[in-house]
């Protein structure tokens, strides 16, 4: 059985930080904090194939910075609970899960920030509970709408989803992502990345997490409901002041998505990274924070 990550180890900083169990929503999710209680509230949401491990390099700059840090594995994920079901994982439950978590903290609003599957909950929040959101931040994950547009209008965008096709099968996605130590999804990380951005120790950490019971089903479920559970929250315009940060060498989205995304938003600020793939927050992980800090702190 996987045994978890000492958390101290990996996030080393003078700062107070722990993993807890919290039922939010109905389900129980494992949730990595940091900062004071008091601070303004921070949400980190990852993506697939990650957990809370793959904001890690932001967690205690963040918090060192004034901010309560909240870090959740989302329903399905590592540690967390994983419902049976792709309907347990629609895009609108998984909000939810967000919403449930911030209030968890005393709190009606936070700043939510995600990216890949993390930031399309972060979209799904904003549209569907927008009081919920103070400021937005959103990295290599497209706007709804814009991505359904792109998909119907840019057969490059359409080539590129091919996966998530794939991904709809019954138990056939579970075996050939478990085959030969996880391969599939190693090869997803390391030939989508520069070379060198997840180490042997960093994909070590990933094989846990996917070797948790239930944990392939779960994660893949994600991908199930958005196809047979298409999400129609009530806007398409977000009001938060939102940031969106853009890898550009992304093998999964094309860089006119960020543009289009941005476009929905009110007040927003596009900032692209022309070298860096679709895990620019491992990749540039410094300027990601920097961005983010400068983000959250303007008034």
């Known amino acids: 059985m996987p045994t978890e990550l000492d958390i101290e180890s990996v996030v080393p900083a003078p700062i ?45 700059p963040l918090a060192e910075a004034g901010y309560r840090v909240l ?3 989302q329903r399905g994920y590592n540690l967390s609970e994983k419902p049976q079901g792709a309907r347990a994982y ?20 936070a700043h939510v920030v995600g990216h890949d599957w993390g930031g399309m909950v972060a979209w799904e929040l904003a549209l569907r509970y927008p009081e919920a959101i103070d400021r937005l931040g959103i990295v290599n994950a497209p706007h709804p709408t814009a991505y359904r547009r792109q998909l119907r209008s840019n057969p490059a965008q359409l080539r ?22 996880y391969r599939l999804l190693e090869r997803a990380l390391r030939r989508t990345a520069r070379p060198g951005t997840f180490g042997d120790d960093e994909v070590a950490a990933y094989r846990r997490a996917w ?17 047979r559970y298409p999400s129609t929250p009530p806007r398409e315009r977000v009001d938060a002041p939102t940031l969106v940060v853009w890898g550009e060498d992304d093998d999964a989205l094309v860089p006119a998505l960020a543009v289009d995304s941005a476009g929905f ?31 959250l702190g303007s008034g």
């Open 71 to 73: 870090v959740p594995d």
């Open 160 to 181: 590129r989803s091919w996966y998530a096709i794939g991904f709809q099968l019954p138990w056939l996605p579970e075996f050939a992502c478990r085959y030969d130590d």
């Open 90 to 109: 629609r895009t609108r439950e998984l909000a939810r899960d967000v919403r449930a978590l911030i209030r968890s903290e005393g709190r009606t609003a």
């Open 211 to 227: 070797g948790r019971d239930g944990a392939l089903t779960g994660m893949l479920n994600w991908y199930r409901a958005a196809t």
């Open 16 to 60: 107070d930080i722990d993993s807890t169990a919290r039922v939010v929503n109905g389900i129980e999710l494992n949730v990595v904090t940091a900062g004071d209680e008091s601070d303004p509230l921070v949400v980190l949401l990852h993506g697939f194939p990650e957990f809370w491990y793959g904001w890690r390099e932001q967690i205690a």
């Open 265 to 295: 938003c009110s007040n927003s600020r596009l900032e692209m990274f022309p070298a860096a793939s679709h895990w620019v927050l491992h990749e540039e992980p410094d300027r990601v924070t920097a961005l983010l800090r400068e983000h």
